[in-house]
């Protein structure tokens, strides 16, 4: 039984490159949501999709970053034009449905470090 | 927005001893969560609580839903040193679909 499968583990970018980060849900999983962490911090929610929607991204910023999870394929976080403010490590996790009786179940992140 | 205070921040304890920490919230949830987060890893999901007032255990490890649904208890009997980590709790209400994650309990057991 795969978990959350994220990669990479390790992103380093330079200023003003694009950085994509994917993430496999678990089997039978549909619905998924990605999240932020900077060091010493709580999970900061970005943003809920579900398989060819956005239903929530209230937590994204309004520019530069985007997110997809396509009806074949990983869901893809992607931020534009990184700069050095958005090192952080990045947490997708995935629930078997929507609704508060199917709880998230996470991936072991993605540590971006933009240089 | 929604908030959720974790205490205590970090707790150093002796091997062998229970552990208390809750988590409350600016507004009522309807489910908690409870995780453990080591250094390096993603969260691992500990217990999962629906309903006011429900008590689950999972181990040494027993978690609370309180009454009022605006706050939340995990006690961990006996600990040892594996136990070291991050708790963090997480809530969501019926008006969005996100968990709200509270800032963590850094636990340090000493042996």
């Known amino acids: 039984n795969a978990g959350v499968m994220q990669n990479p583990r390790h992103l380093v970018r330079r200023r003003g490159q694009e950085a994509r980060l994917r993430c496999s849900p678990m089997?039978?999983?549909?619905?998924v949501y990605w999240y932020r962490q900077l060091p010493e911090e709580g999970l900061k929610f970005m943003v809920y999709?579900?398989?060819?929607?956005?239903?929530?991204e209230s937590g994204m910023p309004k520019e530069r970053f985007s997110a997809e999870f396509p009806k074949e394929g990983p869901s893809i976080l992607r931020i534009q034009q990184v700069v050095r403010g958005d090192s952080a490590a990045y947490f997708c996790?995935?629930?078997?449905?929507?609704?508060?009786?199917?709880?998230?179940?996470f991936g072991n992140g993605t540590r971006l470090t933009v240089t | 927005g929604q908030q959720l205070n974790q205490s205590p921040q970090s707790m150093f304890i002796q091997e062998g001893e229970d552990v208390s920490m809750n988590c409350t919230s600016s507004?009522?949830?309807?489910?908690w969560l409870w995780y453990k987060q080591d250094p390096g890893e993603g969260p691992v999901l500990l217990i999962a609580?629906?309903?006011?007032?429900e008590l689950t255990s999972n181990g040494r490890l027993t978690a609370q839903f309180g009454i009022t649904r605006k706050d939340s208890f995990l006690n961990i009997s006996a600990s040892i040193p594996s136990d070291v980590g991050i708790y963090f709790c997480?809530?969501?209400?019926?008006?969005?679909?996100?968990?709200?994650f509270g800032t963590g309990t850094r636990l340090k057991v000493l042996a």
């Open positions: 609580l629906y309903k006011a007032g």
């Open positions: 089997k039978g999983h549909s619905h």
């Open positions: 996790a995935s629930s078997r449905k929507g609704g508060f009786d199917s709880p998230l179940h």
């Open positions: 507004s009522i949830f309807n489910t």
């Open positions: 999709l579900q398989k060819e929607n956005i239903i929530d």
């Open positions: 997480a809530g969501a209400d019926s008006g969005t679909y996100k968990y709200i």
